[in-house]
């Protein structure tokens, strides 16, 4: 069965620290990634994907996620985070079964940026 | 534009009282759709999926159960609500042949 491990249950850094939140998955075939936002109270945002292409892939707000296939990791990276990135973030693989595509999420990475 | 409306937005119920979580999107035709549940501290747990009116697939045993009465609803119901049933709740959509999954703002609900 699928899985994705995310290491790290909580990360805290300072304001305009560079951070990177990690994300390992297991599967032998091939992948979509993505990573998923949520903050307080709300529903998940489509933050960035991997469907094929350039293995690095970047979001509109800064953060970017390389796909390492050796490695099955699919790592979120900030060079400088905002206070207003404090958010948690989950990594997510889509796989298929007889049904159709469905997602397997990560527990999830709690961000927590300080001033 | 496709939208994702859950109501209501937060639910606070008895043990053994039921439940009924609506879950509606507008904007596109024949989506898959997904419930899931995020107990506190803990990732998303996928609980039911739908491929179509009336095609339910459940991913773990519980008291709950979901219903597709039509194309873009999607229900979520209990008879007997338990203690474990507090979470926050998710509805998600996703265009056949979609890539990413797009969910609803979730509600809050607190089992006393």
């Known amino acids: 069965a699928q899985s994705v491990t995310q290491l790290d249950s909580q990360v805290p850094v300072f304001e305009e620290a560079p951070v990177e939140l990690r994300c390992n998955y297991s599967?032998?075939?091939?992948?979509?990634l993505f990573w998923y936002v949520q903050y307080p109270n709300q529903g998940l945002q489509l933050l960035l994907k991997y469907l094929s292409g350039s293995t690095l892939v970047e979001s509109i707000n800064g953060f970017e996620a390389e796909f390492n296939k050796s490695q099955t990791s699919f790592h979120l990276r900030k060079p400088s985070v905002h206070i207003s990135d404090t958010a948690e973030y989950f990594c997510?693989?889509?796989?298929?079964?007889?049904?159709?595509?469905?997602?397997?999420f990560g527990p999830g990475t709690r961000l927590s940026v300080l001033p | 534009s496709q939208t994702i409306h859950q109501w209501p937005a937060t639910l606070v119920q008895p043990v053994g009282s039921p439940l009924s979580l609506e879950c509606t999107v507008e904007?596109?035709?024949?989506?898959?759709l997904y419930w899931y549940r995020q107990a506190a501290g803990r990732g998303l747990q996928l609980l039911f999926y739908s491929v179509g009116i009336g095609q339910i697939s459940s991913e773990v045993p519980q008291n709950l159960s979901a219903s597709r009465p039509q194309d873009r609803q999607f229900i979520l119901s209990s008879k007997k609500l338990l203690l474990s049933d507090s979470g926050f709740y998710l509805c998600?959509?996703?265009?056949?042949?979609?890539?990413?999954?797009?969910f609803g703002p979730g509600t809050r609900l607190t089992v006393l």
């Open positions: 997510a693989v889509r796989y298929r079964d007889n049904y159709g595509q469905n997602f397997v």
């Open positions: 599967s032998s075939v091939s992948v979509y």
């Open positions: 998600a959509w996703r265009d056949y042949p979609g890539n990413e999954q797009f």
């Open positions: 904007g596109t035709s024949n989506p898959n």
